[in-house]
């Protein structure tokens, strides 16, 4: 809610009585729902894996060769804590194979 003077006024808004159990349907939905977000974090976690699993790769190639700059190096680091966040996210939707065969 805002003011005459545009400032912003924070108000309380308490139910006058509590809110029912939800439907059996709207369980399902929720459900629903949940799961369709969880297949987007998971498609999300396979993405960024694999792009940082193969600029990884490329950068070791670098190493190999004695062409590693300290900026690269910085970003082979980075690279594997972005697989490493992406394994957790898949470990915890149980979906860890779609990545154990990437390098």
């Not at 006058?16 to 709207?26: C, D, E, K, N």
């Not at 729902?33 to 976690?45: H, I, K, N, Q, T």
């Not at 694999?50 to 082979?76: I, K, Y």
């Not at 594997?80 to 992406?86: F, R």
Request: glycine fraction near 6%.
């Amino acid at each position: 809610m805002t003011h005459s003077t545009g400032a912003l006024v924070r108000t309380e808004i308490t139910p006058a009585r509590s809110t029912a159990p939800l439907s059996p349907a709207a369980v399902s939905a929720m459900a629903s729902l949940e799961a369709r977000l969880a297949g987007r974090a998971v498609v999300r976690a396979v993405a960024v894996y694999e792009t940082a699993a193969l600029h990884r790769a490329n950068l070791a190639e670098l190493a190999a060769a004695g062409e590693l700059s300290d900026l690269d190096a910085d970003g082979f680091d980075i690279a594997a804590d972005l697989m490493a966040g992406s394994r957790a996210t898949l470990a915890a939707a149980g979906m860890l194979h779609l990545v154990e065969a990437v390098v």
